[in-house]
């Protein structure tokens, strides 16, 4: 069984700084990609970063240069993924969701498996 658990977010002013951070736990090859969404009261689920085993990475537009994705896959046993948000803007908030899959995440494309999400907030 594969389980995610998010830590981290909360409300930050304007410019602020948060970071989010997933565990993942389970079928190691269930985590080859593991990554961000979020969605807003706004808008649809939508990609924010991922990142592979190989240490790729992907950002989406909206949050490129502000955001960095880092993950720690030592092991079987350590599957962390950490996402520094800075100058963070109003248009940032929402619910951030963990994802992994096996094979990929990137926009358009829905992971396997996902979190129970964190809620960040930013005040104008």
């Known amino acids: 069984q594969v389980r995610l658990v998010e830590s981290g977010g909360g409300l930050v002013e304007a410019g602020g700084s948060l970071t989010l951070s997933c565990n993942a736990s389970g079928d190691w090859g269930s985590f080859y990609a593991m990554g961000w969404y979020r969605q807003s009261f706004e808008t649809q689920r939508e990609f924010v970063a991922s990142i592979t085993r190989n240490l790729f990475r992907r950002y989406s537009d909206s949050i490129q240069g502000r955001f960095t994705i880092s993950r720690d896959s030592r092991n079987s046993a350590v599957n962390i993924i950490t996402l520094q948000m800075r100058d963070l803007k109003p248009e940032d908030t929402g619910v951030y969701y963990c994802?992994?899959?096996?094979?990929?995440?990137?926009?358009?494309?829905?992971?396997?498996?996902w979190g129970q999400g964190a809620q960040v907030t930013v005040s104008s």
């Open positions: 994802a992994a899959d096996p094979y990929d995440l990137r926009p358009g494309v829905s992971g396997n498996y």
